[in-house]
């Protein structure tokens, strides 16, 4: 069964750091791009980060470009999320997403919670 | 950035009824764009990919149309577990982004 295990969530207070992970279960990662996307609480769907089948090229929405950082890695078909210089507004469920041969996101996480708070 | 706006932000039926609802791109992204759907604690499912194509295990109820600007996702004969919000998104262009969602109830 194909299915994305992520970890890494947590409490963090503002400034600090957190690295979310994403592994691939039933499938592999290889040849294709992630996505990133976190939803804050009561909101809409955010589109956060992505990276490419490669792993090099990456795009970022202007709201977490600079702080966050997205890598895969095909040996463990892992994809991970390095969160620094966190703010409140970047508390939220993030979801992992693989773009596969829909071109979409067509299996997603079940989500991981981040919480910035003081 | 591609803005997309779904109308209408609520819509309410009842089971059998049919479900049309809208998605607009500020600019065209030919028939780049999915429509997901989201039941409550639970991550988004993909339902439609380039505009529409049925993803794996929807069913035919589900129907997606549209391209260039103006998209529509009809629900046929709606059944129970169908009322959710739904999403649509798009990949014309970088960033990716969303509408802000339509909530069937």
Request: hydrophobic fraction near 30%.
């Amino acid at each position: 069964q194909e299915q994305l295990v992520q970890s890494g969530g947590g409490v963090v207070q503002p400034g600090g750091s957190l690295r979310l992970s994403c592994a691939a279960s039933g499938f592999t990662f290889h040849g294709y791009g992630v996505h990133w996307v976190r939803q804050a609480p009561g909101k809409g769907l955010e589109w956060v980060a992505f990276v490419w089948h490669d792993g090099d090229n990456k795009y970022y929405a202007d709201s977490v470009r600079g702080r966050f950082t997205i890598s895969k890695d095909d040996r463990k078909s892992t994809v991970h999320l390095q969160m620094d210089s966190l703010r409140e507004d970047d508390a939220a469920v993030y979801y992992c997403a693989p773009r596969r041969d829909t071109g979409f996101m067509d299996v997603w996480g079940r989500g991981t919670t981040v919480t910035v708070s003081s | 950035e591609i803005v997309l706006t779904q109308s209408p932000a609520t819509l309410s039926l009842s089971p059998g009824e049919r479900a049309t609802l809208s998605c607009r791109a500020s600019q065209s992204i030919s028939t780049y764009l999915a429509w997901y759907q989201q039941k409550p604690g639970q991550a988004p499912r993909l339902l439609i990919y380039h505009a529409s194509n049925r993803a794996t295990d929807i069913p035919a109820r589900f129907s997606g149309s549209g391209s260039g600007t103006d998209f529509t996702l009809t629900i046929n004969t709606l059944e129970p577990e169908d009322f959710a919000l739904y999403y649509c998104q798009q990949r014309g262009d970088w960033p990716i982004t969303f509408g802000q969602g339509t909530r069937l109830e």
